[in-house]
């Protein structure tokens, strides 16, 4: 069966395996594991709860497909009574008051968390070395990268530590590290799951979804997640996917961008093999169609330009009044300068320092203001595409995953690593990561709210490449 949901479904209802047995087993795995994924284990609430669905079992009473299967949350999301640090200094002991409202509907649905996953502190990364937790390890190679920022709950996915994770995407935190770590990956359209309870980075972009190791999976948990919260204004309603509108492929037109490809940046061995995965698509019958698009350099320019304005208006609520470790110092303005200065990392500073230079009086006009008419030129480009093509295929990235190290020594090259993500983020668009056809796997993207082209493509993608 194609499911880990499902299997392990049936091998509780069937009484092969207990919950306390099966939550115990991944418990002793993250505990002793080398990866530096774990934040902090939820061990007495997971052991609670697989008591109860053991008890259920026992009972002979029906449980639903998510009771008992047990998950971990990237540590940006609000749990209520849970160490909640965004991997940072400054809310290193902050407890969340409350749950997310995505999260609450997995544990509505009887998911069992497992752990706060680590990751690039407040999002901030694309390796999962920006933490005060100790850089994630890669999944297939210890030495490298586990890519980031949801590093830790792709890694946690990868070792089968947990049966999915819910990561978040702001500009392809998900994608990335589920392409470094061959599993699947899912930034949802903008909007269709609630942010409410998701620590803010770039609020226009920030979006809620899973890592799983199969499509079924990703569907059952985008399904359970989805739907309008009164509160999260931007988050709307949308009908849920069945199994068989995803199982026969009806996708007749592929694009892809040709600038993605021909770029100097691009590894050979990428190249090479996307084009070989095109061609595999093209022998079915499928239409293949080149698109222009937007040069990578603009599109990470853009996608910076507005995170980092976003960013610092979302973080300068940080300032030890309301939340985390407070500096006291000799005045106000001392103590929240101290404050921060000495519990935002380098990478989260130069964020700051960077989103409030573009916001700023005799910048924003012609930094901040540019970056929008950017992005709306990028989201009419996507309009048109998808006048001509069902979905677009891209690499993930443009190269394998670097070393442990490598990044922090450049943070430009390792923004311009996510060329290819970030462009669909700014257009707000489905996307998925598969881990096929090249070393860092592929993204297929939609129209908004065209979730079920992209699970389709990626099942028919899972028997033809
Ligand atoms: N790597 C990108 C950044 O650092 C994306 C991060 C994310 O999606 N949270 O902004």
Same mark, same amino acid.
């Given at each position: 069966m194609d499911s880990q949901i499902k299997h392990i479904h049936q091998q509780l209802v069937s009484k092969e395996i207990t919950c306390t047995a099966l939550v115990q087993e991944r418990l002793d795995l993250l505990k002793e594991? @080398?990866?530096? @994924?774990?934040?902090? &284990?939820l061990e007495i609430t997971a052991l609670e709860l697989a008591a109860k669905v053991d008890a259920k079992i026992q009972k002979g009473e029906k449980i639903g497909l998510l009771e008992g299967i047990p998950f971990g949350i990237k540590d940006v999301y609000m749990v209520q009574?849970?160490?909640?640090?965004? %991997?940072?200094n400054l809310l290193k002991n902050y407890k969340s008051p409350y749950t997310a409202t995505a999260i609450q509907k997995l544990l509505d649905a009887g998911a069992i968390p497992l752990v706060k996953e680590n990751c690039d502190s407040f999002g901030h $990364? %694309? %390796?999962?070395?920006?933490? +005060?937790?100790g850089a994630v390890k890669n999944a297939i190679n210890p030495e490298l990268v586990a890519g980031g920022s949801s590093g830790g709950s792709a890694v946690n996915v990868a070792k089968d530590y947990t049966v999915f994770s819910i990561g978040g995407d702001t500009g392809g935190s998900i994608r990335q590290p589920a392409g470094y770590n061959n599993i699947y990956g899912l930034k949802p359209t903008?909007?269709? +799951?609630?942010?409410? $309870?998701l620590m803010a980075y770039a609020s226009s972009t920030d979006c809620v979804g899973p890592l799983a190791k199969t499509v079924e999976d990703i569907r059952i948990i985008l399904n359970v997640m989805s739907g309008k919260d009164s509160?999260?204004? @931007?988050s709307y309603n949308s009908k849920s996917i069945s199994e068989k509108e995803i199982s026969t492929n009806t996708i007749k037109t592929v694009g892809y961008f040709k600038n993605f490809i021909e770029s100097k940046a691009i590894d050979p061995d990428v190249k090479a093999d996307f084009l070989a995965s095109i061609e595999k698509i093209k022998a079915t019958g499928i239409k293949i169609k080149e698109l222009d698009f937007f040069k990578s350099d603009i599109l990470v320019s853009t996608y910076y330009t507005l995170a980092m304005a976003e960013t610092a208006s979302n973080l300068s609520? &940080?300032? $030890?009044?309301?939340? $985390?470790?407070r500096i006291e110092a000799e005045n106000l303005i001392e103590t929240y300068a101290v404050t921060r200065s000495e519990n935002f990392s380098e990478e989260s500073k130069r964020r700051i320092v960077g989103g409030n230079q573009v916001l700023s009086q005799g910048f924003s006009d012609e930094i901040y203001l540019k970056g929008l008419a950017l992005r709306d030129q990028i989201s009419e480009n996507f309009r048109k595409d998808f006048q001509e093509v069902d979905v677009i295929l891209s690499p993930v990235t443009p190269s394998s995953p670097p070393k442990i190290g490598e990044s922090l020594k450049d943070p430009h090259a390792m923004y311009l690593s996510d060329a290819y993500t970030v462009g669909f983020s700014l257009g707000q668009l489905p996307t998925l990561t598969v881990p096929q056809g090249t070393v860092t796997g592929l993204q297929i993207s939609a129209a908004k709210n065209n979730e079920e082209l992209v699970l389709k493509f990626a099942n028919f993608l899972k028997d033809t490449i």
């Amino acid at each position: 069966m194609d499911s880990q949901i499902k299997h392990i479904h049936q091998q509780l209802v069937s009484k092969e395996i207990t919950c306390t047995a099966l939550v115990q087993e991944r418990l002793d795995l993250l505990k002793e594991n @080398t990866y530096n @994924t774990v934040n902090s &284990l939820l061990e007495i609430t997971a052991l609670e709860l697989a008591a109860k669905v053991d008890a259920k079992i026992q009972k002979g009473e029906k449980i639903g497909l998510l009771e008992g299967i047990p998950f971990g949350i990237k540590d940006v999301y609000m749990v209520q009574g849970t160490y909640t640090t965004a %991997s940072s200094n400054l809310l290193k002991n902050y407890k969340s008051p409350y749950t997310a409202t995505a999260i609450q509907k997995l544990l509505d649905a009887g998911a069992i968390p497992l752990v706060k996953e680590n990751c690039d502190s407040f999002g901030h $990364g %694309s %390796s999962s070395e920006n933490t +005060i937790f100790g850089a994630v390890k890669n999944a297939i190679n210890p030495e490298l990268v586990a890519g980031g920022s949801s590093g830790g709950s792709a890694v946690n996915v990868a070792k089968d530590y947990t049966v999915f994770s819910i990561g978040g995407d702001t500009g392809g935190s998900i994608r990335q590290p589920a392409g470094y770590n061959n599993i699947y990956g899912l930034k949802p359209t903008y909007g269709k +799951i609630s942010r409410f $309870g998701l620590m803010a980075y770039a609020s226009s972009t920030d979006c809620v979804g899973p890592l799983a190791k199969t499509v079924e999976d990703i569907r059952i948990i985008l399904n359970v997640m989805s739907g309008k919260d009164s509160k999260d204004q @931007t988050s709307y309603n949308s009908k849920s996917i069945s199994e068989k509108e995803i199982s026969t492929n009806t996708i007749k037109t592929v694009g892809y961008f040709k600038n993605f490809i021909e770029s100097k940046a691009i590894d050979p061995d990428v190249k090479a093999d996307f084009l070989a995965s095109i061609e595999k698509i093209k022998a079915t019958g499928i239409k293949i169609k080149e698109l222009d698009f937007f040069k990578s350099d603009i599109l990470v320019s853009t996608y910076y330009t507005l995170a980092m304005a976003e960013t610092a208006s979302n973080l300068s609520r &940080l300032d $030890g009044t309301n939340y $985390g470790n407070r500096i006291e110092a000799e005045n106000l303005i001392e103590t929240y300068a101290v404050t921060r200065s000495e519990n935002f990392s380098e990478e989260s500073k130069r964020r700051i320092v960077g989103g409030n230079q573009v916001l700023s009086q005799g910048f924003s006009d012609e930094i901040y203001l540019k970056g929008l008419a950017l992005r709306d030129q990028i989201s009419e480009n996507f309009r048109k595409d998808f006048q001509e093509v069902d979905v677009i295929l891209s690499p993930v990235t443009p190269s394998s995953p670097p070393k442990i190290g490598e990044s922090l020594k450049d943070p430009h090259a390792m923004y311009l690593s996510d060329a290819y993500t970030v462009g669909f983020s700014l257009g707000q668009l489905p996307t998925l990561t598969v881990p096929q056809g090249t070393v860092t796997g592929l993204q297929i993207s939609a129209a908004k709210n065209n979730e079920e082209l992209v699970l389709k493509f990626a099942n028919f993608l899972k028997d033809t490449i």
